[in-house]
Nanobody
Framework: QVQLVESGGGLVQAGGSLRLSCAAS????????MGWFRQAPGKEREFVAS????????YYADSVKGRFTISRDNAKNTGYLQMNSLKPEDTAVYYC???????????????WGQGTQVTVSS
């Protein structure tokens, strides 16, 4: 089992930045790829970004490419999502997830955090 806890969400104005963290415990975090997903009210959960277990391979949704950066520090068992140039449409609950490979597909991830709210005001 891997337990994941997100933090760093909050309220920010459009154009601002936030950095989300995903703290892992349990099984060795460095054995797993990590992904970030988000879910806005009334919408399905969608892929945001993912990173391989060594941090070499990354994927981004087109909607966040160039604005968001995914990273990880395996020594700290923590993953990050740096979000810049935030837009109101980025408002959602953000979830981190762990799985065997870096994927864009939700059901390829085995472990999920509880989520952290990000609200971007216009």
């Amino acid at each position: 089992q891997v337990q994941l806890v997100e933090s760093g969400g909050g309220l920010v104005q459009a154009g601002g930045s936030l950095r989300l963290s995903c703290a892992a415990s349990g099984r060795t975090f460095s054995n797993y790829a990590m992904g970030w997903f988000r879910q806005a009210p009334g919408k399905e959960r969608e892929f945001v970004a993912s990173i391989s277990w060594r941090g070499i391979i990354t994927y981004y949704a087109d909607s966040v490419k160039g604005r968001f950066t995914i990273s990880r520090d395996n020594a700290k068992n923590t993953g990050y999502l740096q979000m810049n140039s935030l837009k109101p449409e980025d408002t959602a609950v953000y979830y981190c997830a762990a799985g065997p490979t870096a994927q864009t597909i939700i059901n390829k991830y085995d472990y999920w955090g509880q989520g952290t709210q990000v609200t971007v005001s216009s």
